[in-house]
């Protein structure tokens, strides 16, 4: 009882997604096109918001709380 495995096709190349794509291409174009006013108001406030949150999720790297701690010793060649 051999039967023939349908592959599914993923969701973004079925039509639906395609006109699904279409349709908020179109709405983000009016969207823009009669909000411009808005949207270009707020653009300077916008600006000034990314600074503070790149500083906060740019800097999840550093080690906190290795207050006294010697510094890490790269590997290799030294500086």
Do not use: D
């Amino acid at each position: 009882m051999n039967t023939p495995s349908q592959e599914t096709r993923p969701f973004w190349k079925s039509r639906g997604a395609i006109a699904m794509v279409g349709f908020g291409a179109a709405a983000a174009f009016f969207m823009f096109s009669e909000h411009r006013a808005h949207f270009l108001g707020v653009l300077p406030y916008l600006l000034l918001l990314a600074c503070p949150l790149m500083h906060v999720f740019m800097h999840h790297g550093h080690r906190r709380g290795t207050h006294g701690v010697a510094p890490h010793r790269y590997e290799g060649k030294s500086r």
